[in-house]
């Protein structure tokens, strides 16, 4: 999956606004890009797939969906990913808490992002409101990064190298989980379109 692709159709606009919002790095997302395509364009159905394929669509509210999509998703998917977060923020919290108690050490706890809020547009606007959407996601989605990249921190010791060491075997991947596997079915991507 290459990322979201928000979409905003309402029924009285004459144009769709969609932005694509990606992971750039480990930790790191941002919006990649964002077009309005006019109801008018005879290309619409084309340029819409064409920027959909492979992304999860998320729709905003009042959104009615300009084509058949097979995965589309609305925001409130993620408020699981938030709840999914702060567990594991919880979880890990918990593993340098014990880890610290067993070897008599003082750590420090990790420190997370705060979790975000979905602000209102500044416009009521088909781009405002795909744009107001975007950064949510953004920034839901850098938060669930940002943990678990504290998580796996603090996976192999520095010095020696070895691991596990402060998280239990059951958190020691040393990969940056892309979303909580809870999540993963949630959020699909859109399958590319044959040709005819």
């Not at 606004?17 to 395509?37: E, H, M, P, Y």
């Not at 989605?141 to 691991?163: C, I, M, N, Y």
Request: aromatic share 8%; proline share 9%.
């Amino acid at each position: 999956m290459l990322g979201f692709a928000i979409v905003d159709r309402q029924p009285t606009a004459d144009a769709t606004a969609l932005w694509l919002t990606s992971r750039t790095d480990t930790t790191f997302v941002r919006n990649t890009n964002a077009v309005v395509i006019s109801h008018n364009d005879p290309d619409y159905e084309q340029r819409v797939r064409s920027l959909t394929t492979d992304h999860c669509v998320v729709l905003t509210n009042g959104t009615e969906p300009p084509l058949r999509f097979a995965h589309a998703v609305q925001a409130d998917v993620f408020d699981e990913l938030i709840e999914l977060t702060a567990t594991h923020q919880k979880r890990i919290s918990q593993a340098v808490e014990d880890y610290s108690h067993r070897k008599r050490a003082k750590l420090v706890s990790p420190v997370f992002r705060p979790v975000p809020e979905l602000a209102a547009p500044e416009c009521d606007e088909p781009r405002f409101r795909a744009l107001s959407l975007a950064n949510y996601i953004g920034e839901v989605w850098a938060a669930w990064l940002f943990t678990d990249e504290q998580r796996r921190r603090r996976t192999v010791t520095p010095k020696t190298g070895e691991s596990p060491w402060i998280m239990p075997e059951e958190l020691n991947d040393p990969a940056v989980a892309t979303f909580p596997t809870e999540f993963v079915d949630r959020v699909r991507p859109e399958p590319p379109t044959r040709r005819k």
